[in-house]
Protein backbone atom coordinates (compact mmCIF):
# COMPACT_ATOMS: atom_id res chain seq x y z
CA UNK A 1 0.00 0.00 0.00
CA UNK A 2 1.03 3.63 0.16
CA UNK A 3 3.42 5.02 2.47
CA UNK A 4 4.37 8.35 3.02
CA UNK A 5 7.29 10.29 4.68
CA UNK A 6 7.40 13.54 5.55
CA UNK A 7 10.34 15.59 6.66
CA UNK A 8 11.07 17.75 8.95
CA UNK A 9 9.33 16.85 11.99
CA UNK A 10 9.62 20.22 13.59
CA UNK A 11 10.70 23.00 11.95
CA UNK A 12 10.90 26.25 13.72
CA UNK A 13 11.63 29.88 11.54
CA UNK A 14 11.90 33.51 12.17
CA UNK A 15 8.81 35.55 11.61
CA UNK A 16 8.90 36.59 7.45
CA UNK A 17 11.39 33.61 6.77
CA UNK A 18 10.03 30.76 4.52
CA UNK A 19 9.21 27.62 5.33
CA UNK A 20 9.63 24.08 3.03
CA UNK A 21 7.88 20.79 4.15
CA UNK A 22 8.98 17.69 2.10
CA UNK A 23 7.09 14.97 1.46
CA UNK A 24 7.72 11.35 -0.52
CA UNK A 25 5.08 8.93 -1.98
CA UNK A 26 5.89 5.11 -2.86
CA UNK A 27 2.74 4.35 -5.01
CA UNK A 28 3.40 5.90 -8.56
CA UNK A 29 -0.37 5.82 -9.07
CA UNK A 30 -0.89 8.30 -6.22
CA UNK A 31 -2.83 11.35 -8.37
CA UNK A 32 -3.99 13.64 -5.53
CA UNK A 33 -1.86 15.32 -3.01
CA UNK A 34 -3.57 17.00 -0.49
CA UNK A 35 -1.88 19.51 2.64
CA UNK A 36 -4.02 19.85 5.74
CA UNK A 37 -2.96 22.54 8.43
CA UNK A 38 -3.92 21.45 12.40
CA UNK A 39 -3.96 24.05 15.23
CA UNK A 40 -3.36 22.88 18.03
CA UNK A 41 -6.45 21.26 20.17
CA UNK A 42 -8.39 21.81 16.48
CA UNK A 43 -9.17 19.72 13.39
CA UNK A 44 -7.38 19.67 10.52
CA UNK A 45 -8.57 21.71 7.31
CA UNK A 46 -7.45 21.76 3.67
CA UNK A 47 -4.92 25.08 2.88
CA UNK A 48 -4.20 23.54 -0.52
CA UNK A 49 -3.45 20.51 -3.29
CA UNK A 50 -2.44 19.61 -6.34
CA UNK A 51 -3.24 17.14 -9.09
CA UNK A 52 -0.57 14.71 -10.56
CA UNK A 53 -1.06 16.27 -14.05
CA UNK A 54 0.50 19.78 -12.54
CA UNK A 55 3.47 20.69 -11.32
CA UNK A 56 2.85 23.52 -8.84
CA UNK A 57 0.09 26.14 -7.96
CA UNK A 58 0.44 28.86 -5.66
CA UNK A 59 -2.14 30.40 -3.34
CA UNK A 60 -0.91 33.65 -1.82
CA UNK A 61 1.66 32.53 0.74
CA UNK A 62 1.49 29.18 0.20
CA UNK A 63 2.30 27.12 -3.03
CA UNK A 64 2.90 23.39 -3.45
CA UNK A 65 5.52 21.69 -5.92
CA UNK A 66 5.09 18.16 -7.40
CA UNK A 67 7.69 15.80 -9.08
CA UNK A 68 6.22 12.63 -10.31
CA UNK A 69 9.41 11.11 -11.36
CA UNK A 70 10.69 11.63 -7.89
CA UNK A 71 7.86 10.67 -6.24
CA UNK A 72 8.10 13.36 -4.39
CA UNK A 73 6.09 17.01 -3.22
CA UNK A 74 6.93 20.19 -0.77
CA UNK A 75 5.16 22.45 0.90
CA UNK A 76 6.12 26.25 0.40
CA UNK A 77 5.03 29.00 2.94
CA UNK A 78 7.08 32.69 2.31
CA UNK A 79 6.35 35.31 4.60
CA UNK A 80 5.54 33.14 7.81
CA UNK A 81 3.60 35.02 10.22
CA UNK A 82 2.73 33.72 13.92
CA UNK A 83 -0.34 32.27 12.78
CA UNK A 84 1.00 29.77 10.56
CA UNK A 85 2.42 28.11 13.65
CA UNK A 86 0.19 24.52 13.43
CA UNK A 87 1.14 20.96 12.56
CA UNK A 88 1.05 20.48 8.76
CA UNK A 89 0.14 16.89 7.43
CA UNK A 90 0.71 15.70 3.44
CA UNK A 91 -1.66 13.07 2.21
CA UNK A 92 -1.51 11.30 -0.88
CA UNK A 93 -4.06 9.64 -2.53
CA UNK A 94 -4.64 7.37 -5.55
CA UNK A 95 -8.51 8.01 -6.54
CA UNK A 96 -8.62 11.31 -6.27
CA UNK A 97 -8.71 12.03 -2.56
CA UNK A 98 -11.55 9.05 -2.01
CA UNK A 99 -9.16 7.93 0.78
CA UNK A 100 -5.69 9.45 1.78
CA UNK A 101 -2.44 8.15 3.22
CA UNK A 102 -1.30 11.02 5.45
CA UNK A 103 2.25 11.74 6.21
CA UNK A 104 3.35 11.83 9.99
CA UNK A 105 3.03 15.46 10.18
CA UNK A 106 5.33 18.65 10.67
CA UNK A 107 5.37 21.41 13.89
CA UNK A 108 5.90 24.47 12.20
CA UNK A 109 6.56 27.12 15.07
CA UNK A 110 6.68 30.51 13.82
CA UNK A 111 8.89 32.59 16.32
CA UNK A 112 7.92 36.29 16.77
CA UNK B 1 -24.34 24.23 7.33
CA UNK B 2 -23.08 23.50 10.77
CA UNK B 3 -20.24 21.30 9.16
CA UNK B 4 -19.74 17.71 10.40
CA UNK B 5 -20.84 17.06 13.70
CA UNK B 6 -19.25 14.38 16.60
CA UNK B 7 -20.45 13.65 19.81
CA UNK B 8 -19.16 13.50 22.38
CA UNK B 9 -16.35 15.86 22.24
CA UNK B 10 -14.85 14.28 25.12
CA UNK B 11 -14.85 10.80 26.72
CA UNK B 12 -13.50 8.99 29.55
CA UNK B 13 -14.16 5.44 30.25
CA UNK B 14 -12.75 2.38 32.30
CA UNK B 15 -11.16 -0.17 30.69
CA UNK B 16 -13.36 -2.86 29.28
CA UNK B 17 -16.41 -0.67 29.33
CA UNK B 18 -17.97 -0.03 25.87
CA UNK B 19 -17.57 3.34 23.62
CA UNK B 20 -19.72 4.70 20.99
CA UNK B 21 -18.67 7.36 19.15
CA UNK B 22 -21.20 9.44 16.78
CA UNK B 23 -21.11 11.17 13.59
CA UNK B 24 -22.80 13.31 11.31
CA UNK B 25 -21.66 14.28 7.65
CA UNK B 26 -22.10 17.39 5.99
CA UNK B 27 -25.60 16.94 4.15
CA UNK B 28 -24.89 15.80 0.66
CA UNK B 29 -21.60 14.50 1.05
CA UNK B 30 -22.10 11.03 0.45
CA UNK B 31 -18.21 9.62 1.65
CA UNK B 32 -17.33 9.16 5.41
CA UNK B 33 -14.12 8.68 7.45
CA UNK B 34 -13.07 7.89 10.65
CA UNK B 35 -9.55 8.79 11.48
CA UNK B 36 -7.52 8.28 15.13
CA UNK B 37 -4.80 10.52 15.79
CA UNK B 38 -1.81 9.73 18.31
CA UNK B 39 1.29 10.88 18.99
CA UNK B 40 2.92 8.16 17.97
CA UNK B 41 0.89 6.88 15.11
CA UNK B 42 -0.26 10.33 13.09
CA UNK B 43 -3.27 10.38 11.23
CA UNK B 44 -4.67 6.91 10.78
CA UNK B 45 -7.32 6.20 8.31
CA UNK B 46 -9.80 3.44 10.03
CA UNK B 47 -12.57 2.93 7.70
CA UNK B 48 -14.72 4.56 5.20
CA UNK B 49 -18.24 4.53 3.40
CA UNK B 50 -19.38 5.45 0.06
CA UNK B 51 -23.31 6.23 0.48
CA UNK B 52 -23.56 4.55 3.52
CA UNK B 53 -21.82 1.10 2.93
CA UNK B 54 -17.82 0.45 3.78
CA UNK B 55 -15.44 0.75 1.21
CA UNK B 56 -12.36 0.16 3.02
CA UNK B 57 -12.30 -1.23 6.95
CA UNK B 58 -8.46 -2.30 6.37
CA UNK B 59 -7.40 0.07 9.12
CA UNK B 60 -9.53 -0.68 11.47
CA UNK B 61 -7.40 -2.62 14.43
CA UNK B 62 -8.80 -5.10 15.87
CA UNK B 63 -12.25 -6.82 15.85
CA UNK B 64 -12.86 -4.95 19.43
CA UNK B 65 -13.60 -1.73 16.45
CA UNK B 66 -16.88 -1.58 14.43
CA UNK B 67 -18.27 0.75 12.35
CA UNK B 68 -21.86 1.43 10.93
CA UNK B 69 -23.84 3.95 9.08
CA UNK B 70 -27.23 2.89 8.81
CA UNK B 71 -27.82 6.05 7.01
CA UNK B 72 -26.54 9.02 4.84
CA UNK B 73 -27.15 11.50 8.20
CA UNK B 74 -25.18 9.58 11.21
CA UNK B 75 -22.58 7.18 11.96
CA UNK B 76 -21.16 5.40 14.29
CA UNK B 77 -17.77 3.93 15.52
CA UNK B 78 -17.96 1.10 18.70
CA UNK B 79 -15.11 -0.08 20.91
CA UNK B 80 -15.90 -3.21 22.89
CA UNK B 81 -14.13 -3.64 24.63
CA UNK B 82 -12.08 -0.33 25.45
CA UNK B 83 -8.36 -0.48 26.32
CA UNK B 84 -5.64 2.02 27.29
CA UNK B 85 -4.19 1.84 24.29
CA UNK B 86 -7.45 3.44 22.28
CA UNK B 87 -6.77 6.62 23.75
CA UNK B 88 -6.50 8.95 20.98
CA UNK B 89 -9.10 11.55 19.44
CA UNK B 90 -11.36 10.35 16.54
CA UNK B 91 -12.08 12.17 14.13
CA UNK B 92 -14.85 12.17 11.53
CA UNK B 93 -14.82 13.42 8.34
CA UNK B 94 -16.89 13.70 4.55
CA UNK B 95 -16.37 14.86 1.57
CA UNK B 96 -18.51 14.82 -1.57
CA UNK B 97 -19.67 13.02 -4.56
CA UNK B 98 -16.48 12.30 -6.80
CA UNK B 99 -16.90 11.40 -10.49
CA UNK B 100 -13.98 10.87 -12.63
CA UNK B 101 -10.72 13.43 -11.63
CA UNK B 102 -13.21 15.76 -9.37
CA UNK B 103 -10.94 15.56 -6.09
CA UNK B 104 -12.84 16.80 -3.46
CA UNK B 105 -11.62 18.17 0.27
CA UNK B 106 -12.48 16.24 3.40
CA UNK B 107 -14.30 18.10 5.98
CA UNK B 108 -13.26 16.98 9.37
CA UNK B 109 -15.44 17.17 12.54
CA UNK B 110 -14.15 18.24 15.79
CA UNK B 111 -12.75 15.05 16.99
CA UNK B 112 -13.82 13.45 20.12
CA UNK B 113 -11.00 12.90 22.52
CA UNK B 114 -11.37 9.36 24.06
CA UNK B 115 -9.59 8.65 27.70
CA UNK B 116 -9.60 5.06 28.51
CA UNK B 117 -8.64 4.45 32.11
Known amino acids: GENVEQHPSTLSVQEGDSAVIKCTYSDSASNYFPWYKQELGKRPQLIID?????GEKKDQRIAVTLNKTAKHFSLHITETQPEDSAVYFCAASINYGQNFVFGPGTRLSVLP | DAGVIQSPRHEVTEMGQEVTLRCKPISGHDYLFWYRQTMMRGLELLIYFNNNVPIDDSGMPEDRFSAKMPNASFSTLKIQPSEPRDSAVYFC???????????????FGPGTRLTVL
Open chain 2, 93 to 107: ASSPPGYGEIYNEQF
Open chain 1, 50 to 54: IRSNV
